[in-house]
């Protein structure tokens, strides 16, 4: 019973951090205001977690509201039909934009990745850092072990292109548009997204050829 009780108690103070992020953001975050919603005191949160920073990144290990594998492949899955995709280009260009639609209907992944640039290195670390590695490993699960073309630098490209999606998905919670291209709609994003493919067939598949006239030279 006692078991089960620090379970329920852990649980509950987990719960509380996901909600006052949604509401109040990190400025409103602390021992404080999580012990508030959670209903509980203050003593327990250090008796569980030791401190608001293993609080929050045990918070960042639980969260369901990172990205996983499933959660891109499942995405994928509506676009190809089920289809399994072995071009190296084509599984960038889906885990890139399923990644971003999936960022777009989650306001707390917003939420922490807005303030990464701004709040407090001790509150956001941790949470940046669960949200890293969790993208990381989705991605690499993801791309089921297809290696990129020699002559270029994936990992620098990936960086680029998702960097720029995750800019105008933040950019989207405080304008209407980004150099006049609207981000409101899903037409406007789809949109978007075409241009996207475009871009990263163009810089894989003409290195694909690189390669191939060297083959055959």
């Not at 949160?45 to 369901?64: M, N, S, T």
């Not at 260009?93 to 209907?105: D, E, Q, S, V």
Request: proline share 3%; with cysteine; hydrophobic share 45%.
């Amino acid at each position: 019973m006692a078991h089960r009780d620090a379970e329920a108690t852990r649980k509950n103070i987990l719960q509380a951090v996901g909600r006052v992020l949604s509401r109040d953001g990190f400025t409103g975050l602390g021992v404080n205001a999580i012990a508030k919603e959670a209903g509980i005191g203050k003593p327990l949160i250090y008796r569980y977690f030791g401190g608001l920073a293993p609080l929050l990144e045990e918070f960042g290990k639980d969260a369901h509201f990172w990205l996983a594998v499933a959660d891109i492949s499942a995405e994928a899955k509506e676009e190809t039909g089920g289809r399994q995709v072995d071009d190296y280009a084509e599984l960038m260009r889906l885990a890139i934009t399923c990644y971003t639609r999936i960022l777009r209907r989650r306001p707390m992944m917003q939420e922490i990745m807005a303030s990464e640039l701004t709040a407090p290195a001790e509150l956001i670390e941790p949470l940046a850092r669960a949200r890293r590695g969790a993208a990381r490993a989705s991605t690499s699960k993801f791309m089921h072990g297809v290696e990129a073309p020699s002559g270029v630098d994936a990992d620098a490209v990936y960086a680029i292109l998702l960097s720029g999606f995750q800019h105008l998905v933040l950019r989207s919670r405080v304008a209407e548009d980004f150099w006049g291209v609207p981000l409101r709609s899903d037409d406007d994003w789809k949109r978007l997204e075409k241009a996207f493919g475009l871009i990263v067939h163009s810089v894989f598949d003409s290195v694909d050829r690189a390669e191939a006239k060297t083959r055959t030279a």
